[in-house]
Nanobody
Framework: QVQLVESGGGLVQAGGSLRLSCAAS????????MGWYRQAPGKQRELVAV???????NYADSVKGRFTIPRDNAKNMVYLQMNSLKREDTAVYYC???????????????WGQGTQVTVSS
């Protein structure tokens, strides 16, 4: 009902920047929140950043001050602006949304397929 497509991943040197994009499409009545998770090999998936419908944001302590999560509500898009990248940021990044797919539906969670971010030393 709701599809998420991430883009913008790639290889970047430590200290550099990268901007990820996530586009939500399909049947969407309302987006309650959109955010980003990441998972490195052998490690658990963790929340990176999230923005609610009211515009409030939360960031993982490890990325606070370096990452921001801009959004474009008109386009149903969310971004992850990643600055001062560190080798520890290397992971697959997943877009996530809690959305209401239709007026008669309750809020549901949806995941994108992920995009690889690799930070070299």
């Amino acid at each position: 009902q709701v599809q998420l497509v991430e883009s913008g991943g790639g290889l970047v040197q430590a200290g550099g920047s990268l901007r990820l994009s996530c586009a939500a499409s399909g049947s969407i009545f309302r987006i309650n929140a959109m955010g980003w998770y990441r998972q490195a090999p052998g490690k658990q998936r963790e929340l990176v950043a999230v923005i609610s419908s009211g515009g409030s944001t939360n960031y993982a302590d490890s990325v606070k001050g370096r990452f921001t999560i801009p959004r474009d509500n008109a386009k149903n898009m969310v971004y992850l602006q990643m600055n001062s990248l560190k080798r520890e940021d290397t992971a697959v990044y997943y877009c996530y949304t809690e959305s209401i797919p239709g007026i008669l539906y309750s809020a549901r969670g949806y995941w994108g397929q992920g995009t690889q971010v690799t930070v070299s030393s």
